[in-house]
């Protein structure tokens, strides 16, 4: 018998083992939704053994199916989800993980992509680093606090002053995926994405992927701390005429 307040590790352990389960999560972590047959592929097993899988995830809270007129896709169920497989695949990847993330279908990935509502990746990371420059963040309960630095470089990119709304955590570390570094989440960081997102300094792309904009690159990247961004990041040219 489980002792009263014993963690349930082993149950999701279990369901994350399974090949191909694994590759069904690692399909959704890329942020796409998708169909039993899209996951039955991925996972290179028949449709009538990927419903049996979907069942066992969407029973443990893994992933929430979603009717579209005549057709269902599935996704992660949040964020939580998202973050406890990256953080599995940050152990998992540590000896692989720069050939991992070079690899072609990683590198917009790594650039910039959308962490449930805010910005990660190397775009992320260095705007984490601009925000703790200058003293424009603090710490406070539950992570960080916005000084008035920080207001004030907000300022300098057009957004209108921040405060807490108390409905969620303002400010945190986030461990990047890709970068083994921390990234910023909450409220904060999520305003900072839709601003950018209104401004046209980025916009999002496939998936997860965040795509820099030509005007993100001259407009926003200046911004950032120090100049590792530069390069890393190619802005996307803008689509041809007719």
Avoid: I, K
């Avoid at 972590?29 to 097993?45: I, T």
């Amino acid at each position: 018998m489980n002792a009263p307040h014993e963690p349930r590790l082993a149950r999701a352990a279990a369901l994350v083992a399974d090949t191909a389960r694994s590759r069904m999560l690692a399909y959704l972590l890329a942020g796409d939704r998708a169909s039993a047959s899209e996951l039955a592929q991925a996972a290179s097993v028949t449709p009538a053994t990927a419903s049996g899988h979907l069942a066992r995830l969407l029973d443990a809270g893994f992933v929430v199916c979603e009717p579209r007129g005549r057709h269902r896709y599935y996704r992660l169920a949040d964020a939580d989800v998202a973050h406890a497989l990256e953080a599995l695949a940050l152990v998992a990847e540590r000896d692989t993980h720069e050939r991992g993330w070079a690899h072609p279908e990683r590198v917009r990935l790594r650039q910039a992509r959308c962490c449930y509502g805010h910005l990660a990746g190397q775009l992320g990371v260095a705007l984490f680093d601009a925000l703790q420059a200058d003293h424009r963040l603090q710490p406070a309960p539950g992570g960080y606090a916005l000084t008035e630095a920080g207001q004030r470089w907000l300022q300098t990119l057009g957004m209108p002053p921040s405060t807490p709304s108390g409905l969620r955590r303002y400010a945190y570390p986030c461990l990047d995926w890709s970068e083994r570094r921390d990234h910023l989440a909450g409220q904060l960081a999520d305003e900072l994405y839709a601003h950018f997102t209104r401004m046209g300094w980025v916009r999002r792309a496939e998936g997860r992927a965040v795509e820099l904009t030509v005007r993100g690159q001259q407009e926003l990247v200046p911004r950032l701390a120090g100049t590792a961004l530069r390069g890393t990041c190619p802005p996307t040219p803008p689509p041809a005429g007719p």
